[in-house]
């Protein structure tokens, strides 16, 4: 979680998902190489999910996408095919959400404690909570509302569809939050952002 805090600004929580909020389990591994086989060869991108080791976590959705279609022979940098991983992110939630249906022994679960924080922390209007997170938008609701959180906690937020880097998340997080509340100088970062296990 990143805390940043303002003395004049409600304290901003910002919060990771796959490790931290919620563990989804290895559903949405799963989910994301169907989604980006609907756009690409489903054969090279199968090659790749079963003889190479692709790295999830503490990385963006766009980072791990780009990587997989290269891997499988494509130009990732080419507009068509960031046009084609866009495509693959719109269908990537229906299939997480068939794949929780259809695996009855895996489950998006919230972590321990989680719920009951967020119960506490219920109409406490010196905290805004946002999203920073490896996940796209999308993806990201999606896994909240299966563990069984509330997802109109977080207004805003960094997600992976934005960049490949997830370095860059916690400041396009904070530039939103300071679009919507003003500048300052006086904000103090304490970053402890949990990489994401999943993405």
């Known amino acids: 979680m990143l ?15 796959d490790g931290t909020l919620l563990n989804a389990h290895g559903l949405s591994v799963r989910a994301f190489f169907d989604a980006l086989a609907h756009e690409f060869d489903p054969a090279r991108i ?13 990385r963006t959705d766009l ?24 495509r693959a992110f719109a269908v990537f939630p229906s299939l997480m959400r ?8 895996l489950s998006v679960e919230a972590c321990p404690g989680v719920l009951e924080l967020f119960s506490k922390l219920r109409g406490d209007d010196r905290f ?17 509302g299966l ?22 998340l916690p400041r396009i997080a904070l530039e939103e939050f300071r679009a919507r509340f003003g500048p ?9 952002v949990n990489a994401d296990d999943d993405d």
């Open 3 to 17: 805390r940043l805090a303002s003395s004049t600004r409600p304290l901003l929580l910002l919060w990771d998902i």
């Open 46 to 58: 199968a090659a790749v999910r079963e003889t190479e080791r692709v790295p999830f976590a503490g």
């Open 184 to 192: 300052s100088d006086d904000v103090n970062a304490d970053d402890d």
């Open 128 to 144: 805004v909570h946002g999203l920073v997170t490896g996940n796209a938008p999308e993806t990201a609701m999606l896994k909240l």
């Open 98 to 105: 068939q794949a929780a249906e259809r695996e009855s022994d």
């Open 63 to 86: 980072g791990i996408a780009l990587d997989i279609v290269e891997r499988a022979g494509f130009d990732a940098a080419a507009s068509e095919s960031l046009e084609r991983i866009r």
């Open 147 to 168: 563990a069984g959180i509330d997802t109109s906690w977080f207004t805003f937020g960094a997600h992976g569809n934005e960049t490949a880097n997830r370095r860059d």
